[in-house]
């Protein structure tokens, strides 16, 4: 029987995040308090994932869904001084623990945190997006996507956390009962993901799973 809760080993785990380098003041306040507050905000080899696609892939304009106190926004923001980010909440508790966060910061002209359901405020969005980061709802991925494809970008990227759930997706011994939706319908995002002939999907076994999904079409460096 597995008896394992987290994807990575402990060891691999703390090696990895010691060669981490320090954060700044802010997001350490800011684990400290998601810490205490049982916020699940992103693991770091996580953050240091998406922050090295943002660098690698020139990402200016970002679209997440489930800011939380606004860690993650914050990360991607460290990522690319000139990126822009709109992200979604639709707790309004956590929403002003974002707003005021970045606004410690001063970074409300570039972080606009936006409180709603995220089906409903994707729908009545018309933007378009370099990097669209799923982090909110994890039962909802696919209700999501048919409005992310819609505003990225041919080339961009949609990054989505918590995919393999603590190993839940992967293996029916770990699935515990109230979670049995949720891991369906990941089940259901990562296969329609895979198959989807308009992107190439790749998941990894990275904090407790991310997918990261390309758009075709976008143009090469070459021809940019
Ligand atoms: N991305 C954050 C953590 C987000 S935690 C970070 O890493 O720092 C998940 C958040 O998603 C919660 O704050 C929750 O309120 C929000 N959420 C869940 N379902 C949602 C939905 N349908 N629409 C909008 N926000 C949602
Ligand atoms: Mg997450």
């Known amino acids: 029987v597995v008896i394992l809760s987290k994807i990575v080993y402990d060891y691999i785990e703390k090696y990895v995040r010691s060669l981490l380098n320090e954060r700044g003041d802010c997001l350490r306040r800011m684990e400290k308090y998601a810490e205490e507050n049982h916020i699940p905000i992103i693991q770091p080899e996580v953050a240091n ?16 869904v489930g800011t939380a106190i606004g860690y993650s926004a914050m990360v991607m923001k460290n990522a690319a001084a000139d990126c822009r980010i709109v992200t979604i909440d639709r707790d309004p508790g956590m929403v002003e623990k974002a707003r005021e966060n970045i ?3 001063g970074l409300e002209k570039d972080i606009k945190v936006v409180c709603g359901d995220a089906v409903e405020v994707l729908s009545s969005m018309e933007d378009n997006f370099d990097l669209i980061f799923l982090d909110g709802a994890k039962g909802q991925y696919l209700e999501f996507f048919p409005h992310c494809h819609r505003m990225l970008k041919n080339g961009g990227l949609i990054f989505a956390d918590n995919v393999l759930f603590r190993g839940m997706v992967a293996n029916n011994e770990l699935l515990i009962r109230r979670k049995i939706t949720i891991v369906k319908r990941m089940r259901k995002y990562l296969e329609f993901m895979s198959k989807n002939s308009d992107y190439v999907t790749t998941v990894l076994p990275l904090g407790d799973g991310v997918a990261v999904s390309l758009k075709k079409g976008g143009r090469s460096y070459e021809e940019a």
């Open 49 to 64: 994932f998406l922050s090295f696609i943002i660098q690698t892939k020139g990402v200016k304009n970002i679209l997440e």
């Open 103 to 105: 606004k410690s910061e």
